[in-house]
């Protein structure tokens, strides 16, 4: 990409009437490039001008994560398709909040996901993951990756971790390990594994522990939608 095609990013600041403003130099065709055929009749907001420090900063990392998400589109080869705006806002509203580089990447992730139709991305992916803390994320890729040696979608279902390996794993507090399980619980993700042997009718007893759980469905979907493999 020559220097004339990259997005310059500037801050200019007046100490006179305490304002800041942010410019930008060159051809944006990133984000061009990226919402051509995506979105019915893009329009940028304004032409790159903006006065407010917040709204520059969340822009900025908008910026980033589209960057990523179209580079990786590029070199997997793979067309692009238009997103529900459904699915489309929830990811760039919230993304633009992420700090850390990380967190970033699996909010490209998505959003690449969402534009090649690569994974599914279900409307409620983005409240999820804009729920989510680093650390969170980071345990949900390990479980994941672990899971997903296996290919047997009942055995995967079932598949059981340990808290304490997870607590010895991260150095962290029991107190801490349980507050992340629960906020896991919570937002359905992970949960308590059904008893074994015992029945209430025609179902398992659920065992309330955050001690030993497991993958939902509806979380392996959610990791595998905030990864990349082509």
Known sequence: MSDDNKLQIGVKASAEDKTITAGVQGNPDTIAKFFSGIVPDFIKDG???????????????????????????????????????????PIIENSSLEQDENMQDKWANMLANAATGNVEISPNYAAILNELSPIEVSILDKIYQEVNKE????????????????????????????????NLFRLNVLQSPAGQGVMLGDFPFALRTTKIFEFTTLGYEFVKACNWVK
């Open 47 to 89: 032409v790159g001008i903006l006065s407010d420090q917040v709204k520059f900063w969340r822009w900025n990392n908008q910026v980033n994560i589209i960057t990523k998400a179209q580079t990786k589109i590029d070199a997997s080869g793979l067309d692009k398709k238009q997103i529900p705006l459904k699915v489309l806002v």
């Open 151 to 182: 290919t047997d979608y009942q055995k995967r279902k079932n598949f059981q971790f340990d808290a304490n390996k997870l607590k010895t794993m991260l150095d962290i507090t029991e107190e801490k390990t349980d507050l992340i399980i629960e």
